[in-house]
T-cell receptor, first 113, second 113 residues
Framework: EAQVTQNPRYLITVTGKKLTVTCSQNMNHEYMSWYRQDPGLGLRQIYYSMNVEVTDKGDVPEGYKVSRKEKRNFPLILESPSPNQTSLYFC????????????FGPGTRLTVT | GENVEQHPSTLSVQEGDSAVIKCTYSDSASNYFPWYKQELGKRPQLIIDIRSNVGEKKDQRIAVTLNKTAKHFSLHITETQPEDSAVYFCAASRPSGNTPLVFGKGTRLSVIA
């Protein structure tokens, strides 16, 4: 089954404790991206990757890191989480080298206390 | 950078009526305009998209129109049904994949049976 998976789906953590949210797709897609969704603000792009070893900043990259060592995986890293990073996070992938016809993962709800 | 404004933020229609959601964008170089539907507690799903080389695209009860001169595009849903109730997001992106996808803040559509 073609899908984008994220883990964990829910996470409660404390300020400053490094965490990683994994994202994996099995569709051999070129483009992958991370978004955060906050009430009243819609979806905002954090980072994206057009190909292996190529990553670029989206609109809200501060406080986040990503890597694209393999085509299928695109983890999101929070080196020192803060309460303002409490949000719903979505990973997405696209078969094209751009944000076209994206498939979204199920989401990860992160709470930082 | 790109800025996408979406209106209205909430919309209620009677079942069977039409619904129209409008978005404006600021970057005249943008040429890809997708619409996503997000049901409560679910991931966003692409329902239709349009590129700037066409002015209108239809898929059954859903249509999107684009006015490049005025820099606005609209989603039209005809013969609305209760299952159309969801939050709808528009977005815009430049031709190169090496640019962010910018979303509007969303429209909550309620279809009243």
């Amino acid at each position: 089954e073609a899908q984008v998976t994220q883990n964990p789906r829910y996470l409660i953590t404390v300020t400053g404790k490094k965490l990683t949210v994994t994202c994996s797709q099995n569709m051999n897609h070129e483009y992958m991206s991370w978004y955060r969704q906050d009430p009243g603000l819609g979806l905002r792009q954090i980072y994206y990757s057009m190909n292996v070893e190529v990553t670029d900043k989206g609109d809200v990259p501060e406080g986040y890191k990503v890597s694209r060592k393999e085509k299928r995986n695109f983890p999101l890293i929070l080196e020192s989480p803060s309460p303002n990073q409490t949000s719903l996070y979505f990973c997405a992938s696209s078969p094209d080298r751009g944000p076209y016809e994206q498939y979204f993962g199920p989401g990860t709800r992160l709470t930082v206390t | 950078g790109e800025n996408v404004e979406q209106h209205p933020s909430t919309l209620s229609v009677q079942e069977g009526d039409s619904a129209v959601i409008k978005c404006t964008y600021s970057d005249s170089a943008s040429n890809y305009f997708p619409w996503y539907k997000q049901e409560l507690g679910k991931r966003p799903q692409l329902i239709i998209d349009i590129r700037s080389n066409v002015g209108e695209k239809k898929d059954q009860r859903i249509a999107v129109t684009l006015n490049k001169t005025a820099k606005h595009f609209s989603l039209h849903i005809t013969e609305t049904q209760p299952e159309d109730s969801a939050v709808y997001f528009c977005a815009a992106s430049r031709p190169s994949g090496n640019t962010p996808l910018v979303f509007g803040k969303g429209t909550r559509l309620s279809v009243i049976a």
